[in-house]
């Protein structure tokens, strides 16, 4: 029986998806656990893999790599060896189809196609002219589209769905752009070139899904939350000491040393511990108290900001914790993370540090209680036994949700992340 691959949902956010590419041909044998393609989603670049055994077919009209589609989109089938193609698919056999003993099966799958309905005769006039009828609107009866709509659409430009979008949002005018390139099919790279040679004055950026998502969730929490923000000034200067100590130990045996982010990430989740009301969130009717400290570490990628989470940080060594945070990040600016790498924080921890920023007040991400914003260290005029000396400094922003903990609790936490950052072979060596 025919097994029908479609788009799946790989978050719960996620409403469409970019097809980047097929792994496996048309006629392919795979097995169970094989990869089939990759989708883009709005956070990363995932790879579906299959169930079953089977063998891969891939329709003519089946949407090409590039398009952007709704989640549920036919895209395939799993077929068992001679068996054809459903009604409506009309596609010769390959020869390694007829030879394969068994192949695959989609790895997500929702079995319902979305999409609108065409006749069979408009199907058979889009293949010959080499119309992409999905994203058509019909005129026939109760929109189905007809031969019509096909031969309509065979002289209005080419172009890939995802193109289209692009240049929707952005205003590209697709007409002329197709005049310049008359015969060819219009790709995503051909709206780009158009807009990277418009004037830079008043020129409009096209969202991206990521940046979409990123929007929609930070407005969420500024209008829902009842945000406030507490400062702290720690001395970071043992916990500068310490890292060399670590930088000197471990990179001769070529072992991995912990960053900054590392030590802080740890600290918290000890202080975290310690104070399980900070490690909850809000649920409309109940405020919930995780058992697992899972802090999400915010990573700056060119695509935009995402939050890998690194599960049971206070049960990771500092080793295991540095090689997990070096893998997730790596993951993060390259888009090969998994949905459920990036769900599921019960804190989120943010550094810009790095870029010479002293403190910011974070945007708490829902339903979390707390985010812990880090600043530069930096050596800084202080009190240290009577005298002022230099001494390394760092600014904690703490950002938490009213209605889930009141300003003590929040402050004493944030005071024992800073009690730690100052004393930080105390903690860590328990």
Request: proline share 7%.
């Amino acid at each position: 029986m025919a097994v029908e691959i479609v788009l799946p949902r790989l978050g719960w956010t996620m409403e469409e998806g970019t097809l980047v590419e097929w792994l496996k041909k048309d006629g392919d044998p795979v097995k169970a656990g094989e990869v089939l393609f990759t989708v883009e989603s709005d956070k990363a670049v995932n790879e579906v893999e299959s169930f079953d055994d089977g063998v891969l077919r891939i329709p003519p009209d089946s949407p090409p790599p590039g398009s952007t589609l709704p989640v549920g989109t036919l895209l395939a089938y799993i077929l068992q060896p001679g068996e054809a193609l459903p009604a409506g698919r009309v596609a010769s056999a390959p020869a390694a189809a007829a030879a394969a003993p068994a192949a695959a099966t989609p790895a997500s799958t929702a079995s319902r196609r979305h999409g609108p309905a065409i006749s069979p005769r408009a199907r058979r006039l889009a293949l010959q002219l080499g119309v992409d009828w999905s994203q058509l609107r019909g005129s026939g009866q109760s929109g189905r589209i007809a031969e019509r709509d096909i031969q309509a659409a065979s002289r209005a430009p080419k172009v890939s769905p995802l193109a289209r979008r692009m240049a929707q949002e952005a205003g590209v005018d697709l007409g002329a752009l197709a005049a310049q390139k008359p015969g060819t099919r219009l790709q995503r790279q051909d709206v780009e070139a158009a807009l990277a040679a418009q004037p830079a004055a008043g020129e409009a950026v096209p969202l991206s899904s990521l940046r979409r998502i990123i929007a929609q969730r930070l407005s969420e929490s500024s209008r829902t939350t009842a945000s406030v923000t507490l400062f702290a000034e720690a001395d970071a200067s043992e916990l500068v000491a310490l890292r060399q100590r670590f930088k000197e130990a471990l990179a001769p045996r070529q072992q991995r040393v912990p960053t900054y982010n590392d030590l802080f990430l740890k600290l918290t989740a000890l202080a975290l511990a310690e104070h399980p009301e900070i490690n909850a969130s809000w649920q409309g009717d109940a405020i919930q108290v995780h058992p697992q400290i899972d802090i999400g570490m915010a990573v700056d990628t060119e695509g935009g900001l995402l939050v890998p989470v690194l599960r049971q940080v206070d049960r990771l060594s500092l080793q295991e914790l540095a090689a997990q945070s070096a893998a997730l990040a790596e993951g993060a600016r390259t888009r090969r993370l998994k949905p459920d790498q990036l769900q599921g924080a019960t804190f989120t921890v943010t550094n810009l540090g790095m870029y010479n920023i002293d403190a910011f007040t974070p945007i708490i991400d829902l339903p979390q209680c707390a985010i812990l914003g880090l600043g530069r260290i930096a050596l800084r005029p202080a009190v240290h036994q009577g005298q002022v000396v230099p001494r390394h400094q760092v600014v904690l922003s703490l950002s938490f949700d009213h209605r889930v903990v009141d300003g003590g609790p929040a402050a004493r936490f944030l005071d024992a992340v800073r009690q730690y950052v100052e004393q930080p072979h105390l903690w860590l060596a328990r």
